[in-house]
């Protein structure tokens, strides 16, 4: 890739004191500090330094920004790969290595290229003409081919070992972008007080300015940064793109902090996203040159004119020294003098015949040739650039040598960040170039992007634009503005250009990353893909890594030429963000691994680890599955825990329940409301299970509430719907019923809950509660007592969720682990153990206890076997949908439960129901919902829902599971499979 | 998008929940009229422009309110409490 | 007439320079036709598509406010599957499935069918028992599935988090082998060149205005580009449903929603599956092109911007990488929005209405794309025929007057916003 060094002697804005060493596809090279690993390169003579997409031809760097098309490369190594970086924006670092992409076996000698022979038959959308013989799904043998040849660079499946953060910020003013506009408007609104942002993507300021050879203009820069230091309500970043405008004035931003080494310091992030929050924007983000359209434009060596001076005066490298420079407005002569001053031989072709009599005499002063009226055809030269064929009016087929080929086909001021929030931007004939449709209410545009594609004219719209956005927010400075220092002035930048020709030969490439030439436009033009949605999809322009930076609106006026329509007729895509690629990383920020979602835990938590619970995911909620005093797995481990709370007594953390406090003198009217049964009559010191519909008579939620008032009950949800309730009581009582004097209150973090269950319950609590009457009399089953011990309050209910006497508690969190361990040590001699959630949702199912399976938003109160709960005297929510003729049919699926008729075989979980005489086949009559293994029956169970529910007691039944090829007979049973009458809970 | 909460001020819209129109009225508990809870439950205007909508300020007061919002652009205007006048 | 598109054809352009000819012709509206489909997306197209060549209906307008595709066909993220739970909705995608199997060559425009298999992730044993329901039902109705221990998810998508890490730890799976991606655009560009063919009027840049009455039948659409009488009218036009019903003066059970969707850079073969995370809604695969192509929720309130909120974007960027860590690494390229019905059980509509003539396809919340084909099929018989095809008999406007909603995932009725 090397042809001797590039660099000049001297000059540029690199530190020559701070040399860096850096790789490339194995090999050292050198740069200096405030290179770009693009300027490195080219400094070191590179020359092809990657394939394109599709013909894999050779290319070399295009220009030396975020608009590059070709130059990109896959940085860093195991879980540090980054593929498809641009080398035009790679601070070089210390140590940087880089590999180049999407060529084999290198991309100086790529085997791939040999497609490029068959790029009659590639045309736009060929693959949609082909592919699809000689049988249905035939395109899934020519797929992996395909895809392997498609793609950019290769990423790693290792983990990325970096970190990554977010952050909010506010400010008064945001200024995006910081060239000459964006400096001026973040001083002008600086100085008004205003708490002003400005955010630049390079790791310097400058913008344009940077690309000039003039000492004045770097004086300026300095001044300038002098004068934004000094302002201390003024934030600069650097190294800062603004990825994407959102509703209410949101910006996101990315920062990267990658400019020290190559890898982030240990703890450090290696980028953040900011979300920024501005009352009033400042657009300043620039413009990006256009390349001119011609047969081989793709070729190494043809570079953008604005780039081929940037390298020159940012970064000292000069990269020919017979230069050609084929523009279509005044701002690429810049580059010619710039080359000739710095001792190349130069030729202007401008496309123009009328040029300035001013830059015809500088033109005479730096001794630059000028070919007016010329208009470039095609490049000459394979690996580089070795010449151009041009057109002149009296001669068609000029020819010149050149090892450089500077080409400009005009400005395109960047409008994504502008138009993401859905002003479409218009097109200027004066210009040919897409400005802004307007701004929205506190948005402003300054500089380049306006159009204002001059220095002097960039300055002076920029802080009117910062002015303006201070004003916005109630800013107005106390003295004049001071006065914008004036820099080199260009003529016209830009002027009216001519399209790019629909006929070029050969290739002719538009969009450089993705290969649509000429012919691909003219061909998505011939078949009516002529909307500019249509094009671009069809051909695949302006969707590569650069999203048509340099393609799309010399594809909009081709595609208008070809329509013969103006190009402000011809629409423009809809600029989508981010304005360049951002990684999934730092969109995700610290919410990765074990923190990608917040953890509840219990207030036992602690204990339940240091004690051998295996914990379990149960939503936000990390639960205690099962203790390892009953064994190793959660199968067998279960079981023993159940005969412990079915024998003796078992203690368990239900701390997650909702828990919500209601209080008020309409307490009672309110929940009689919101449950189907009824509370009003509810007496004190008593608990009733309950369930509250959604307004569509699907049940919502069940649990118990105890009345320790008149005007005060402690109502709890299950786990999963404890926020979903909440919410729902907040809704009713602050809209709809806003005539009821009601308070509801989460508790659920505040409270510990416990249950203590087993026929030796009571005696457990007497252990640990001497003085407590706990007599079937005093707290008799559904009962509810509030009690103080040793100055903590201590709700107890008499609740079972078991089917065996069990107790719930309730204390306040901070006491949690003193209760729970207080049980466990007073009770000790009963053989109290703690069992888990698995243990849990068993017993409840030989109890017929329905839970989070049969409560899926999907059915009835009916359906659920609890129809009999609803008190239709009084209105409550959901009765009149409830109603409905579909919910009342007969048959509908509705509770059971289920007894394994195979000793060999298990229920399963997700299990298909058929009756006897059934088809397996179908959508059956129903499914299994939750299974256990039964201690007391000594078998599976399950509870089901049914077609027709329990008129079928009694009835084999087929349990099919043809996932794992499973059909196990079982009987139709009640679901309740113990204690039908409830005398364990009334002894 | 940032939603103007009427007793906390301007806050990022994950703090709050969505509920959707707030014009419809919901029919009077006990009403057994099974047409207006039909149309009240399952039938929206979804107008494409001006909207008042239920908003809860779930991460901050926990208050519900109604939000004046222009469906087609997102940006939002005047906040009601329920059952102000005006709120729908 | 058209060119038939084949190897050898591209064979014989490449060599002559001929050029091809339009893939649909460009029409001018007439002022009557048999039937108007408002709506030219993948499932207005796919209707006059199957009117025309299954019902031998070809005096046919499909009205396009915009260009054709420029809605949620060119904006979803291409997958295709029928791993689909309640009776009705099984056998409606496993028809739309089989339909995408044979649709490039019955287009004979190559639309890039990719069965590369779905794998459905489960994180909690209660999960695995609602994915296996789900796989036993499609197995039952003769739809391939598979169901996966963790081990086997391991061997097959080895670079997902098994570490200690992961907050939702990965319990296993259900694979569906048939299900995949198929190329967007061509989906839509196909029907309109094949409906094309056989006589029907594609008209883009034609916003219907209102609706031509008689009482209670319509009779016809005003429109942008003038009245146009039709004998029937079908609207197909999702995201905006409900504007466009409300001309005919009708209530919809649809709220209109963002849902975003995510591309990134392109980079050889990463992930080879689709596969749907469990813990949050979110999926994704990697397109032919080489960007990895991943879906969310929705932004959780009404909008017809067609633009998303940024915490939506690290959300999804939150799930991606909490599914697939190394994805950390890789950079999003675009993300845009599309407007979609969502409806109070989450199943879409194809139907006649309460006005004689006027049919409705819509409400497709998250599964318009997959359902394209077969909604094409199911809404021109009962255009047709004017009687609902017996595949989507459940889907009727008057489900929620009766009390027979289709809630397939599940949602409930207000937590679908969150």
Known sequence: ?987 | ?88 | MRDRYSALALARHAMTGAAWPRAWRSAEPKSTYDVVIIGGGGHGLATAYYLASRHGITNVAVLERNHIGSGNVGRNTTLVRSNYLLDGNTQFFEYSLKLWEGLSHELNYNVMLSQRGQVVLGHSPAQMDVLARKGNIMRLNGIDAELLDRGDVQRLLPYLDYSTQSRFPIHGGVLQRRAGTVRHDAVAWGYARAASALGVDIIENCEVTGFRREGDRVTGVATSRGPIAAGRTAISVAGHSSQVAALAGLRLPVESHLLQAFVSEPIKPFVNHVISFGAELFYISQSDKGGLVFGAHIDGFNSYTQRGQFQQVQTAAECAVALIPSISRLRLLRHWGGIQDMTPDGSPFICRTPLANLYFNGGWCYQGFKATPAAGWCLAHTVANDDEHPLVRHLGLDRFERGNGHDEYALGLWTYRQ
């Open chain 1, 1 to 987: 890739m090397r042809a001797g060094s590039r660099r000049l002697a001297s000059g540029g804005q690199i530190d020559r004191k701070r040399p860096l060493r850096f790789s490339l596809d194995g090999r050292e090279y050198a740069g200096y500090a405030g290179d770009t690993l693009a300027s490195a390169l080219l400094a070191n003579g590179a020359r092809v330094v990657g394939r394109s997409f599709k013909y894999h031809r050779p290319r070399g760097f295009l220009s030396a920004g975020v608009e590059e098309p070709n130059g990109l490369f896959t940085l860093g190594g195991g879980g540090r790969t980054t593929p498809n970086v641009p080398g035009t924006v790679t601070e070089l670092v210390e140590g940087l290595t880089a590999r180049t992409q999407n060529g084999w076996p290198s991309v100086n000698f790529d085997l791939m290229s040999v497609l490029s022979l068959a790029a009659p038959l590639l045309g736009a959308g060929f693959y949609y003409k082909t592919f699809m013989g000689p049988r249905r799904g035939s395109w899934e043998f020519y797929e992996p081919f395909i895809r392997r040849a498609a793609g950019l660079g290769r990423a790693t499946h290792e983990r990325d070992s970096d970190r990554y953060e977010t952050r909010y910020a506010h400010t008064d003013v945001l200024v995006i972008g910081g060239g000459p506009a964006g400096v001026c408007a973040a001083l002008a609104a600086g100085a008004t007080g205003a708490r002003v942002l400005l955010v630049e993507q390079d790791f310097l300021l400058g913008g344009g300015l940077l690309l000039e050879r003039e000492a004045g203009a770097r004086r300026w820069l300095e001044d300038a940064r002098a004068a934004l230091a000094r302002l201390p309500n003024l934030e600069v970043l650097t190294r800062a793109t603004a990825l994407g405008l959102y509703d209410g004035n949101t910006v996101a931003l990315l920062e990267r902090h990658d400019h020290e080494q190559p890898d982030p310091r240990r703890g450090a992030a290696r980028e953040t996203i900011t979300t920024v929050h501005a009352r009033a924007i400042v657009f300043a983000t620039g413009a990006a040159e256009r390349p001119l359209v011609f047969t081989d434009n793709d070729r190494p060596g043809v570079m953008l004119a604005a780039a081929v001076r940037g390298y020159l005066n940012r970064h000292a490298v000069l990269l020919g020294r017979q230069a050609v420079v084929a523009t279509s407005n005044d701002s690429a002569w810049e580059t010619a003098f710039d080359l000739a001053f710095a001792g190349a031989s130069v030729t202007v072709l401008d496309e123009c015949l009328d040029i300035s009599a001013e830059l015809l005499e500088r033109a005479r002063v730096a001794r630059v040739r000028v070919i007016p009226g010329a208009r470039v055809q095609r490049a000459l030269g394979g690996k580089w650039v070795r010449g151009v064929k041009f057109a002149t009016q009296r001669d068609p087929a000029r020819r010149l040598e050149c090892d450089l080929l500077c080409v400009s086909g005009g400005w395109s001021p960047a409008v994504h960040l502008s138009s993401h929030g859905g002003i479409r931007p218009v097109y200027r004939q004066d210009i040919d170039a897409f400005v802004p449709g307007g701004f929205a209410p506190g948005h402003f545009g300054a500089g380049a992007m306006t159009g204002a594609l001059i220095h002097v004219e960039a300055l002076a719209s920029g802080q009117g634009a910062g002015l303006a956005a201070a004003g916005h927010v109630g800013h107005v400075p106390d003295r004049p503005p001071p006065r914008v220092p004036v820099t080199p002035v260009l003529n016209r930048p830009a002027r009216p250009t001519p399209a790019p020709v629909v006929d070029a030969p050969g290739k002719a490439f538009v969009d450089f990353q993705n290969d649509v030439t000429v012919k691909d436009v003219r061909q998505a033009h011939q078949e009516g893909f002529e909307a500019v949605e249509h094009l671009k999809r069809y051909t695949t322009l302006g969707m590569g890594t650069d999203q048509g930076k340099t393609s799309n609106v010399n594809a909009l006026r081709l595609m208008a030429a070809l329509r013969g329509i103006e190009t402000s007729a011809a629409g423009t895509t809809t600029f989508r963000p981010p304005f360049t690629p951002v990684s999934i990383g730092a969109l995700a920020g610290r919410n990765v691994g074990h923190h990608f979602r917040p953890v509840r835990r219990s207030p036992l938590h602690e204990w339940h680890v240091d004690h051998g619970a295996v914990m379990i995911e149960a939503g936000p909620w990390l639960r205690a599955w099962y203790y390892r005093w009953a064994g190793a797995t959660p199968e067998t481990a279960y079981i023993e825990e159940m005969r412990l709370v079915r024998g003796g007594v078992g203690l368990s953390d239900v701390s997650s329940l909702g828990k919500i406090d209601v209080q008020g003198p309409d307490a009672a009217e309110f929940l009689n409301r919101v449950y189907v049964n009824d509370y009003a009559r509810l007496a004190v010191g008593k608990a009733r299970y309950g369930v509250m519909l959604n307004d569509d008579a699907t049940v919502l939620d069940d649990g118990t509430t105890a009345r320790f008032a008149e005007t005060r009950y402690f109502l709890t949800t299950t786990t999963a719907q404890a926020a979903e309730v909440m919410s729902r009581l907040e809704f009713l009582l602050q809209t709809a019923w806003t005539d009821l004097n009601v308070q509801v209150v989460s508790l659920t973090d505040q409270w510990a809950g416990m249950s203590i269950a087993g026929p030796k319950a009571r005696a457990a609590l007497r252990l640990a509660f001497p003085e407590l009457d706990l007599s079937d009399e005093a707290l008799p089953h559904m009962g509810c007592r509030e009690i103080e011990v040793e100055g903590v309050p201590l709700r107890l209910s008499r609740l079972s969720f078991s089917g065996e006497l069990a107790f719930e508690l309730y204390v306040p969190a901070d006491y949690g682990a003193a209760l729970w361990e207080h049980l466990l040590a007073s009770a000790a001699p009963l053989g109290i153990r703690p069992y888990g959630l698995e243990a849990l949702a068993s017993l409840r199912i030989e109890k017929g206890h329905v839970a989070g399976l049969e409560l899926d938003h999907r059915n009835t109160l009916d359906d659920l076997g609890l129809g009999k709960m609803a008190r239709t005297s009084k209105p409550f929510i959901g009765r009149e949908l409830r109603e409905r003729p579909e919910l009342r049919a007969a048959g509908r699926w509705s509770l059971v439960g289920l007894e394994c008729l195979e000793p060999a075989a298990r229920l399963r979980g997700g299990a298909i129901l058929f009756a006897a005489a059934d088809r397996i086949e179908g959508h059956g009559r129903g499914y299994v919902t939750s299974v256990t293994w039964s201690t007391e029956l000594n078998r599976f169970i399950a509870l089901a829902l049914y077609q027709g529910g329990l008129v079928h007691v009694g009835e084999e039944i087929i349990c099919a599971y043809p996932l794992k090829g499973e059909q196990v007979r079982a009987r139709i049973v009640s679901p309740m499979f113990i204690d039908a009458d409830g005398e364990r809970l009334r002894v």
């Open chain 2, 1 to 88: 998008m940032r939603i103007n909460c009427p007793h906390c001020g301007e806050r990022d819209y994950k703090e709050f929940r969505y509920a959707g129109d707030a014009v419809k009225t919901r029919p009077a508990l006990g009403d057994a009229d099974l047409r207006a809870w039909h149309d009240y439950v399952f039938l929206f205007d979804n107008p494409k422009g001006a909207h008042r909508e239920y908003w809860q300020h779930v991460l901050g007061c926990r208050q519900w309110f109604v939000l004046e919002r222009d469906t087609a652009t997102n940006v939002p205007g005047r906040t009601f409490r329920p059952r102000e006048r005006g709120s729908r």
